[in-house]
């Protein structure tokens, strides 16, 4: 009887680790998501670092501005930031991102947010925009890049409310969904 209470306990132990790793793997993940798309954009916005930018971004990558009513590819859309960019007319805008949903599989991303962008003027006085977003990302030679960017004000309607509704990205598991989910 003793025996059979080993190997119970050791099936627990082995079953809790096993999850313990697959908790730290999801987690993983998301980080990675994260750092490739939402770091290296804010990143790229705070120091203006066209390079950078364009790393994130597919060479098939097409932009979409809802309020605009525009679709560009890749080309056109980064060498509007590249001339944005190389004669700034002032201060660098911040952009912080928070999600509401997270689609994922091993090779594609889909994730709808709410981003911020923080504009500070020459008296120091910071002023706010705010858009939703949809993107759609995929796992090239080891890197999440963009490969179809959507976003949209929806008619002024997204807002700081909006924003503070979403999730921090750290917050994976309040927007995630897996295709095995």
Do not use: C
């Amino acid at each position: 009887m003793k025996s059979k209470i080993k190997i119970i306990f050791i099936i627990i132990l082995l079953s809790y680790y096993s999850n313990l790793d697959g908790i730290a793997q999801e987690t993983a993940i998301h980080e990675k998501i994260n750092a490739d798309m939402y770091g290296n954009f804010s990143k790229a916005f705070e120091t203006l670092d066209y390079n950078l930018f364009a790393s994130i971004h597919s060479n098939d990558m097409i932009r979409i501005s809802g309020n605009g009513g525009e679709i560009k590819g890749v080309k056109t859309y980064l060498e509007g930031y590249k001339k944005r960019w190389s004669k700034p007319k002032g201060k660098p805008a911040l952009i912080d991102f928070r999600l509401f949903e997270r689609v994922y599989s091993e090779t594609l991303v889909s994730d709808r947010g709410i981003y911020r962008a923080s504009y500070t003027d020459n008296d120091n006085k910071v002023q706010y925009s705010y858009g939703q977003f949809h993107v759609v990302l995929k796992m090239i030679e080891g890197n999440w890049k963009i490969l179809i960017d959507y976003d949209s004000n929806e008619n002024e309607t997204i807002n700081k409310d909006s924003y503070d509704k979403a999730f921090s990205l750290s917050e994976h598991k309040k927007y995630e969904k897996h295709e095995n989910n």
